[in-house]
Structure formats: C-alpha cells, structure tokens
C-alpha cells in the first residue's frame, strides 16, 4: 500500500518497511533539540534518571534563545545551567550569545537538519523543520529528556491532510499568508493530531523561505507536522550546507489522506489574524481601521533574510509613524550581517525603527518589546493570544513582513499598496 | 495510584485555552511548581491561583492546552494540586506532556457541556467514569490506554526510563 512522506520518514527511523496511521512506534531521532526555556527542566529529569551521557554528542542541540542575551538573573540561571551542561556533555550543536539565532532559523541554516530527518524538539515549532521535507515535531522537556538519554522516541502515525497548491502568488504574498489563510479555513484544532502535507504545482512557486514559515505553523493548527516534498529548491538549499547525506523522500501516488484542500495561490490575499487566536483572519481589505502601537519584524515564523528584505524595500526612505515603535529582529547572526551589508539595517534606522540581536524576545511576551495595559501590536510572529506579548488586555495582530512594514509607516493596519 | 478517585469542585474554562493562559511566559524563569503554581490560569482568571483548592477539577471546552511545548503548564497545574483537568480534547503536545508529567487528563464529550462551576467531582481514574454529586449525574470520559496507565503508574515517562536503565 502507497505511503506519504511523513509515513515514509517514520518508517525509516522505526526500522519498519511500512507504517500506517495509528500505529504506535519507537524512532531513532537524528536530531533532539531544546532552548533556555525547555532545557532546563530535560536537564532535570535527565539527570534524575541516572543519566550520565546523551546517547550522541553530535545529535542534541541546544540553543538559548527565548530569555537570551539573558533579560534577568533567574533567566541567567537558565542559561548558566544551559551552558554548562552543553560544555559538560561535549556538545557539538551548541551556540551561545553572538553565535546564536532563533532555533528554528539557525538550525536549517546551519546544516544541522535536513531532508529526510527525524527531529525531536522541546519547542512547539521544531515542526518548522517539515519545509525541508523531514518530519519534525514539538514535545515536552521530559520527552526530550528521553530522547536525550536513548536516541529514541515513540510517536503515533498520524493522518496525513494534503494541501494541494497551485498558481503563483501574487507581489506582496508569503508563506505568511498562506498558514493563515489555511489556519482561518480549518481553525486552530483543525489538524489536531495530524500531518499536514503540502504538494501541487504551486509549491513550487514557493520559496524555502515561504515553506519554513508555512510549515512553522502547523502547531497553529494544531498539527503534529506539516511537510514539503523536497524539490530542486530543496536541493540548491542543502547543498553545500547541510552536514550530513540527505535522504529524499516524497508520497506515493497511492498514498491515503484524511482530507483534502485544494488552495489557488494566485487568489491569495494578505491575510491578517485578530485577537486572541491565529485562526481569527481577515483579508487585509476587511481589516478596518486598527490603530498600533507597536510593530515587530522577527521570530522564527519570519525573522528571516527574505522577510527583511520585504519589509526595508517598503520602508526605504520612509519614517515609521509617530507614536508607533518598530522592532526589527534578524533571527540569526547570518542573517543580521547579511542584512547589513545590504544596507536593510541602515533602511531600518533611517526610518527610526530599531534592530535587535537575534532572540524570540517579544513573540512570546519575554522581553525586548513587552505591551502594556491595552496596547495593540501587529506583528510577523506566531500566536496572538490573550497576554502573549505582555499585558492581559494588550492585543496582538499577525501578519505576514509586506503588512508589517506598511503598518509601522501608517500607525495603523495598511496593505503595502497604501504606502507606495 | 491508578485506582484513586479524585474528588473536587469544578473550574469551568472555554474552549482553546491555550499555554500562554495556562502559565504564561513571563513566569518561565523557574521550573518550580509551587511558584509557577502563583500564576495557574492568571491570564484566563485571574482569581484562579486564590481560589483553586486541593483536588478541585479543571474542565474546558475542545482543544485544552493548544501553543507551546511548555513542559509548565501540566507542571503548574499539578503544582496547585488540581486532580485533573476534564476537557472535550486537548492539544498533541500537553497530551503527551500530561501524561509524562503523570496530571490525569480525561477527555469526555458530554461532561463539559453539563457541569456547572463549582460542582463536586469524583472522579474514577480506572473506568474513566466522571461522577457530578451536586446534580447527582454520571458521564463518560474516553479510556486511558493501557500503556498510558503503566506510564501514570510509573509515575511518569522518567520513572518508565529509570526502570528499563535499571536505576533506584
């Protein structure tokens, strides 16, 4: 019988010729990964367990990001416990303040997963990972911690949902637009459980970049995973980067899908999610007037090269609204010097926003940019709900770079057509 | 452990709650469950760390738990010494995370639309039977699978670890 490609991957790990949905199985992970926040309590639980060594110091990461550079003493303390084991266990995969970058940016940038991978991660958006065509999920410390001392994981195989895309985007569209639209479409609980697989024409219309994103929020929809077919975009991505030998996988045509969605991206408008949940969207053309105080450019939905370089060829010349702050976070150290060569950083400060070292920062409320009591942010990162970016009744609104640096120009939710 | 029937008053929440209400992130610079145990559901209500007793039951609507991976949330909750949380479902990752944390989670489809706040509770870890003694009414939550009730017996994921490397 046809398998999908997140079946394949799984069956690879498990050492089984097939698997199918349902089926409860043990997985060799290439990768297991956790960050300030998460680690610290795997740390624990490993080393109650008696632990004394992680089953490979080449394949547990670990990166520092979410309170880091450390925004108070008890985050610190984190990252003291953080480091310290890294330096302890030998670890190859771990970086540091002015090595680090936002995890789910850094790794695929590094070359530290790839296609074909397995990859564990005490962070909900290690699902990031699927663009690259690897099945990578999201767990607790404590599975992490597991993982950490065998190499090994139990996993359900999940219902695959396929997404099938065509047509090409039009200017101004990302893969930003594209998760909300599906994540408005099927709700936060729509792929509870399961893998979202992306295929059609269309993907290939999609840049790594976009699939990252889209893939980055699956957990939005409440998704185990969501993958990408590797494809000759993959390919030129990989090369030269990735550590290891990939390994392609992709569905069989008579693979078996719990459901089916059929999305034209050339129809595709910007897609901006209300408070207090990523499934609440709107078109941009039915946004009303949304005043802000607050715009973020960054985390590891779309702090990325491209999501920049968006929104500084909008902003070039231009000055951010008065009353407004903008904060600009390149996800990576690689990125941050790109983006400086190119002159998008001194776009950025010419039109007084600022530009932060890479952290997760803000996105999750936890510093570089908090809401007070009822304020408004729109922001390119992942969720929106009830006190995510600070005070219980600020609001959050997500949105793709294009609308991001419209809306830190007018001070209040625009499409880019309004500033050109 | 399994046998135990937990008894308290009934916490009503909505549907999607999701971790950063649950506990949220500005308190993750600790992992102890007492102080995360301050802050339980604060951005839900705020009342929720002052009222909450010992044994009282969490109920919500679908999707309980959905956002991060944050191991805190089924730590904070434990840590105020709710029982269990009943919900229509919950989220892949505070599932998984519930059950490692050894927090008995009961999903039922009928029992969140028919409790009211502060109904008395019991319920019955090993047949999953949810008992309501204030309106004297009786649901049912979806068995644990056996191999999840060796994990709670445990004592959790580690514990299941500690056991099979052969470790006191």
Partial sequence: MGMTITEKVLAAHAGLKEVAPGQLINCKVDIALANDITAPISIKEFRQAGATKVFDKDKVALVPDHFAPNKDIDSANQVKMVREFALEQNLTHFWDVGRMGVEHTLLPEQGVVGPGDLVIGADSHTCTYGALGAFASGVGSTDLAAAMITGEAWYRVPETMLFSLKGKPAKWITGKDVILYIIGKIGVDGALYKAMEYTGDGAANLSLDDRFTICNMAIEAGAKNGIFTPDAKTKAYVEGRFKRTPKYYASDTDAKYCERMDIDLSTMELQVAFPHLPSNTRTISNVGTVKVDQVVVGSCTNGRYSDLKIAADLMRGKKVAKGVRMIVIPATQDIYKQAMKDGLLEVFIDAEAVVSTPTCGPCLGGHMGILGAGEKALTTTNRNFVGRMGHRTSEVYLAGPAVAAATAITGKISSPEDVL | ?168
């Fill in chain 2, 1 to 168: 452990m399994s046998n135990k029937v937990l008894k308290g008053k009934a916490h009503m929440f909505g549907a999607d709650v999701d971790t950063d209400a649950i506990i949220p992130a500005r308190y993750l610079t600790t992992i102890d469950p007492v102080e995360l145990a301050k802050h339980v559901m604060e951005d839900a209500d705020p009342e929720f760390p002052k009222k909450v007793k010992a044994g009282d039951v969490i109920v919500a609507q679908k999707n309980f738990g959905c956002g991060s991976s944050r191991e805190h949330a089924p730590i904070a909750i434990k840590g105020a010494k709710v029982s269990c949380v009943i919900a229509k479902s919950f989220a892949r990752i505070f599932y998984r995370n519930a059950f490692n944390m050894g927090l008995p989670i009961f999903e039922s489809a009928d029992a969140p639309d028919r409790i009211k706040p502060g109904d008395e509770l019991e319920v019955d870890m090993s047949t999953g039977v949810i008992k309501n003694i204030t309106r004297n009414e009786s649901y049912h939550a979806a068995p644990i699978p056996p191999f999840m009730q060796q994990l709670i017996e445990a004592g959790g994921l580690m514990a299941s670890i500690k056991k099979k490397m052969g470790v006191n």
